[in-house]
């Protein structure tokens, strides 16, 4: 089973350049604002230091490749891995060029139903956290609305409150033709845990002038209305403006 | 087109944010192979079952290995004397009772605390119960495998010779190789000689003798070790991000909710998931988040105490250490127990 000297090198080389890899796609996502697509922002330095580390990596061991006469490094002909010879490492190569080809995609509408509309027009997964009660109604954003509601959840005493909110188009399947349903995704930890909570918007004309996916700031009134058999607070929207999507799109 | 693009978004996602801790898992392994001088540790330990099974579940602290370098160790520990109950606690604890571990949990499941608190609490307790079950056989030759056993009774542990060094004689091999760390895996299909991952290292690698080695040899030891856990185990980090995302844009969303939100159906399937992920716990409360909002809590920590504990790239190594029935018999107890404390939880509290 004897290998000879260069594939090993350049199973090496290619250990090096998977780390390498991985260390300039982390820190691209950083440099090029991508980081908060895919994780939550107090998790940014982390990958940042870790992308700094597989780049010292890399060259440390490219460096030791380089001074190295190539029979030094040539490795015991017995070496097993868990993967075949240069698995591994093609495999961290491959996803990082991968990486570096796909742009990540903002979650959008098919996700949100993906998620099940059901849950959006009950409960969510937000647990009461540390928001303030005494905002005015209208600056609240519309995470701010489903933490209140969660915590307060009868849907009269929000009648005639006034709203003011940002969020994206969803069509759920079984709400009115005179409804949208407008919606955020939150994160918690990456983009493998986010889940949308939104809110139901009620327009004066048929659903279809709003497409899906659409950023609508919408302005209006707190109302209650039933939908899908169960009352919830709604919004009656008074003025619609479509919004770029945010630099930004989650919610933390 | 779109799903495959949110399915990649889900992978990259988990890829980015276990990456950081898995390269800490990695360094901070390496790093510690020069510094924990296990035979005084040894010395310490306790004989007494349930505090050497207790102390045994918390020596993780000192070894923060996920459950690809714990088997080693447990193998070298058991060589060197340790009561059985301290090998086996460590055995099942160590890949969840670390810093590292902990921290990764606590980030991935920041909105429910009592995950990470259950997760910690639940391994401790399990590997305590199994460690102080296997207390009862003192007589070791019947449980571990008869090279070990004749080991155990016949050598005193190997002093590492640094003449050794530099040899590799397959006699070498079958003794010395394998109390050095790392990572290992049985070769050949019969389950031949278990080989360290990392067995192409020159040979400056010995790190049980490294103290005596200059700053330079020492790093370059470090950076190499490293290298090669970073490639083994990010690969498989790889798969199972892409499994996890997979299912998230794959499976039917009713077959999930119907699966995951029965008290008994959630919790077998994440301990059949579990057994098949096999994925390395430093990274593996990510693979769980991916499931947090369809799955019941309790088989959310079923996940995150049995997965670490059985791993089916280890049971190799294992075999390389217990026999065939007591492997079973470790798996059978931990996945039960974990089972009941699970459902308990599922059907009484949350």
């Known amino acids: 089973m004897t290998k000879s000297q260069i594939p090993s090198k350049f199973l090496s080389w290619l250990d090096v350049l998977a780390i390498t890899a991985w260390g300039v796609l982390l820190l691209r996502y950083w440099l090029t604002n991508k980081l908060n697509l895919l994780i939550h922002p107090n998790y940014f330095w982390l990958v940042i230091v870790a992308g700094i580390v597989l780049l010292i990596i890399g060259f440390a061991k490219a460096q030791e490749l380089w001074r190295l006469r190539p029979q030094v490094i040539a490795p015991n002909s017995q070496h097993i891995t868990l993967f075949a010879p240069g698995w591994g490492s093609g495999l961290l190569l491959t996803t990082a060029i991968l990486g570096f080809i796909i742009t990540p995609q903002v979650f959008a509408s098919d996700k949100a ?51 003011k909110v940002q969020g994206f188009v969803i069509h759920p399947p079984d709400i009115g033709n005179e409804y949208i349903f407008l919606a955020r995704f939150v994160l918690t930890c990456c983009a493998a845990d986010a889940y949308p909570v939104g809110l139901p918007v009620k327009l004066g004309t048929n659903q279809e002038r709003y497409a899906p996916d659409t950023w609508l700031e919408v302005e209006g009134q707190m109302t209650t209305e039933t939908l899908s058999g169960k009352r919830q607070v709604t919004i009656a929207a008074t003025s619609l403006k479509k919004i770029p999507q945010p630099e930004n799109p989650y919610s933390y | 087109m779109n799903q495959l693009n949110n399915g990649f978004t889900i992978f990259l996602s988990l890829l980015v944010e276990a990456m950081p801790f898995l390269l800490l898992g990695v360094l901070f392994s390496s790093t510690l192979l020069f510094f924990v001088d296990e035979r005084k540790l040894v010395e310490k330990m306790p004989k007494n079952p349930l505090l050497g099974a207790l102390v045994g579940s918390m020596v993780g602290f000192l070894f923060p290995v996920c459950e690809c370098g714990n088997v080693p160790v447990a193998r070298r520990l058991l060589m060197q004397g340790v009561p059985t109950p301290v090998a086996v606690g460590f055995l099942l604890a160590a890949p969840t009772i670390n810093p590292i571990v902990i921290w990764a949990t606590w980030t991935a499941f920041r909105e429910q605390p009592e995950i990470v608190v259950l997760r910690v609490v639940f391994s401790l307790l399990i590997a305590t119960i199994i460690g102080c079950v296997f207390s009862v056989q003192t007589d070791l030759q019947p ?39 790392g990572t290992y895996i049985l070769g050949g299909r019969a389950g031949g000689m278990p080989t360290r991952l990392d067995a192409n290292l020159t040979p400056a690698s010995d790190t049980s003798s490294s103290n005596s080695k200059p700053f330079r040899d020492k790093m370059r030891l470090l950076l190499d070790n490293s290298v090669q856990e970073l490639r083994d185990l990010g690969a498989v980090m790889i798969i199972g991000s892409a499994i996890a995302a997979a299912i998230q844009v794959l499976a039917p969303r009713e077959l999930i909710l119907s699966l995951g939100s029965g008290p008994i159906t959630s919790i077998l399937v994440m301990l059949v998931l579990a057994t098949v992920v096999s994925i390395c716990s430093t990274v593996d409360s990510f693979f769980a988040l991916s499931f947090a909002a369809t799955f019941s809590s309790g088989s959310i920590l079923a996940f995150l105490v049995f997965g670490p504990m059985v791993d089916i790239k280890s049971v190799g190594l294992m075999l390389s250490l217990f026999k065939p029935k007591t492997i079973f018999y470790l798996f059978a107890l931990a996945g039960l127990l974990t089972f009941l404390f699970t459902l308990f939880l599922n059907l009484h509290v949350i």
């Open chain 1, 113 to 163: 139903l993906q998620r099940g509309v059901t849950d959006l027009l009950s409960t969510s997964r937000l647990q009461p956290q540390s928001f303030r009660a005494s905002v005015r109604p209208e600056e609240r954003s519309l995470v701010d609305w489903v933490r209140t509601i969660n915590v307060y959840p009868e849907p009269d005493s929000y009648i005639g409150q006034k709203a």
């Open chain 2, 143 to 181: 449980i571990v495998q008869p090279a070990i056993a004749r080991y155990l009774k016949f050598n005193p542990p190997v002093q590492p010779d640094a003449k050794r060094r530099g040899r590799s004689s397959p006699k070498d091999k079958g003794s010395s190789s394998l109390l050095r760390p």
